[in-house]
């Protein structure tokens, strides 16, 4: 009884780790039983977490302030990390192998509180696995499997909060983290205050628009009176704030344009989501149709 429970969530761990094993091999088989991760971006934050653990400054060297990460939470636990077992290279790994296993739960557990059956929460599963890729997501040493289990956990409480009217509360403290892993989260935040205005809950959206967005709010006054500018740096090399700005909503779509052209996943994922919805609500309309003939 227990093994068919959890035979979805096996299945994907075990997959994942088979797949994790393999590629770690080969890693270390590459580059001489040295451990390295594949973007340098990593690097940077566990410069950072050291100099934060040993001496106390939040920069890229034990000198001076930088405002260098965009991801305050994923640096402060890196530095935890290195306070606790020491400043090792293969500790963003290790963390993101734990928060795998934590999202892969969590994701069952949404699945299985939603009532799907057993062939669907593998497919889902798998499909994480194989395809955000999970598997790769871990040697980038990076926040990404934090953010995503954060986002996928706040979407799930989201919906009880303005489906069910339940207490905002049980969101603000998942949005505060989601946003302090990366700031991207701010665009879903907004959503959610979009759907608590429309529902005239004017108090709850308010307290959950200041509160989650305070890591911006704070990380910014501290980064200005060091300096430096409101926004950590990564965020204004990769954004286009002109844009913004001026309105230039011309070179926006250009822009759009461009990336899709590089990342056409994205399309992928983007059309299918669009996909999905349509014919969630197609469902969705005709069930209530169904019902009203029955009635």
Known sequence: MFFKRYLPLL??????????????SVSLKENKGKFVYALDDAYI??????????????????????????????????????????????????????????FLFAVDM?????????????????????????????FTGLEHVLHILLVSILLFVSKEVIVENKSVLK???????????????????FVIIIFLFLKK????????????????IAYGLISVSKGWNFFPNPVFMKGNFSGL??????????????????????????LSALLLSIFLTKKSFMKTHFCLQFL
């Open 11 to 24: 299945t994907s761990l075990i997959l994942f780790f088979i797949i994790v094993s393999i590629i770690l």
């Open 110 to 138: 949404i699945l299985k509180k939603n009532r799907t059956d057993m062939s669907f929460r593998i497919l889902v599963l798998l499909s994480i696995v194989f395809f955000s890729p999970l598997y790769a997501l871990v």
């Open 245 to 270: 700005v001026f309105g230039e909503l011309s070179k926006l779509f250009n822009r759009f344009l461009e990336q899709s052209a590089i990342t056409p996943d994205l399309i992928v994922l983007i």
């Open 45 to 102: 934050h566990m410069a950072m977490a050291k100099n934060f653990s040993k001496y106390g400054v939040w920069g890229v060297d034990k000198t001076a302030f930088t405002s260098s990460s965009s991801s305050p939470l994923w640096t402060f636990l890196l530095s935890c990390c290195y306070s606790a077992f020491g400043v090792k290279e293969i500790l963003p790994f290790v963390l993101n192998l734990i928060f795998s296993i934590i």
């Open 171 to 189: 969101i603000i403290p998942i949005a505060f983290f989601a946003i302090a892993t990366r700031y991207e989260s701010l665009f879903l935040v």
């Open 201 to 216: 809950r004017w108090v709850s959206a308010l307290s959950f628009l200041i509160i989650s967005s305070l890591p911006v």
